[in-house]
């Protein structure tokens, strides 16, 4: 359950794009990286998507959540190969034309020459200096394929470490609002259903809050074992403190240990 | 680019429910597990969508993506607590009540008397036997928590654990088709932008695959190479032949080596 934070943060959701996330050859890394960000800045990231390389797909996922979203973020498809279609579909989506973005084309056009980036700076890769009309760049150090921002759409790279480098210069640019504040206590050898009906009745003591409640299991901790994380989660920093505290007691009263590091640590 | 394939495989979407999944907390293991599972079937796994415990959004999820896929798969939010809300949104998204599934209730009641499950069978661990009427169970043997089946929409746990063992029961008895063929070929040390124009000439020439072209950095293989993965995929196997040896010759003229494994494997 959730239920109304106060004050209500800017909602954001992130589209994965790349047909080989959806086959099973690559993991997603990026979502848990950019939703940390966001929460440290207080921007609450609420849904993400992960579509495949087909452009009708994209240009509406786009338009409706655009729509739906205070910031959208998009990785994957910024390269220099027929199936990088993030940028004309992030056009189509605003009913803007690709045009040669010069200041971009002029700075890969030397980085080529110069031999910082490698080989020649051919059809392929001038393509990737034709962005949305309108499109500001998204700078980073480590490589050719250049990001960009246009309204409150993001565009990324999807190679996680491009992905991270975009991110850095581009947070501190966003908009900010309060934080994120969260406990998480953990207990070992309980169980969800032992406390379902007192944590249940917490959740309504804090209606600001999100209280969530979490199984682990032996195969995803160090030391092979098994338990439940409660979470408390919020805006209201006080509240977030004595929830916490009333977590920690739910738990204590199972009479099993409880920890506040990771399960398992 | 992805083009028309011959035959269309029936198209799937995933919905992984959990506030924890959008925090940064846990990483959605569960998708490359459903999507080769998927694949290997002859399923296409066409979108991914994360979404947060929050009613309005997963009812609506629901029922767009039902309607919009031949298959809909959703894990997570079926535990005895109060952020376990996705059988009672499956319900509102089917105009259906929840109903107490009598087969699963005395099985449930059974395990936790004879103690095969640990703890009361209470108020909290008895929701999880009410489920959409008119659905059924998808079975597993190592947890409480009951998937189930309504229509086109699979309901399945989001512990990894219990999400794979649901989902080896589940599989056989899904339709199937053709399944899906790949062939991927490595080459290191070169550049996306160096074929990217005889690459998009040879994505012309199979209009029924997808050609993908995946670059891959150091710090994502075992020996720290970097390069590019080019990657047929489809559903006539001659076809993939052709194309995977034509994709090797390609990478082949760039004077590097080319191997068909794993990069860095």
Redesign the interface.
């Known amino acids: 359950?959730?239920s109304a934070s106060s004050p209500t943060p800017p909602r954001a959701c992130f589209l994965a794009i790349g047909?080989?996330?959806?086959?099973?050859?690559?993991?997603?890394a990026n979502?848990?990286?950019l939703?940390?960000a966001l929460?440290a800045r207080g921007l609450r990231?609420?849904?993400?998507?992960?579509?495949?390389?087909?452009?009708a797909?994209l240009v509406e996922s786009i338009v409706t959540c655009r729509a739906a979203y205070d910031l959208v973020f998009t990785s994957g498809g910024i390269?220099?190969?027929?199936?990088d279609?993030t940028a004309a579909c992030v056009a189509e989506a605003f009913g803007v034309p690709l045009v040669r973005h010069e200041d971009s084309f002029r700075k890969l056009e030397k980085l080529f020459a110069d031999g910082t980036f490698?080989?020649?700076f051919?059809?392929?890769?001038q393509?990737m200096a034709w962005l949305p009309e309108g499109a500001t760049p998204i700078e980073n150090s480590v490589s050719?394929a250049p990001g960009f921002a246009l309204g409150n759409v993001y565009v990324m790279a999807g190679?996680?470490?491009i992905f991270r480098a975009m991110l850095d210069w581009l947070l501190p640019r966003l908009p900010s609002a309060t934080p994120?504040c969260?406990q998480?206590w953990h207990a070992f050898d309980v169980?969800?259903?032992?406390f379902?009906?007192p944590?249940?009745r917490l959740?309504q003591d804090f209606p600001t809050l999100?209280?969530?409640?979490?199984?682990f299991?032996p195969?995803?901790t160090p030391r092979n074992e098994r338990g439940v994380t409660l979470?408390a989660?919020g805006y209201d920093a006080g509240a977030v403190r004595k929830a916490g505290a009333a977590l920690r007691d739910l738990l204590g009263r199972t009479g099993r240990q409880v920890t506040k590091g990771e399960p398992g640590a």
């Open positions: 359950m959730t047909n080989e996330l959806l086959s099973g050859r690559t993991e997603d979502t848990p990286v939703a940390r929460n990231l609420e849904e993400v998507r992960i579509l495949p390389d087909i452009r797909r390269g220099p190969t027929h199936d279609i490698h080989g020649d051919n059809a392929a890769r393509r050719t190679v996680p470490r994120l969260s998480a169980y969800e259903g032992d379902a009906a944590l249940t959740q999100d209280l969530g409640s979490y199984p299991e195969d995803a979470v989660k």
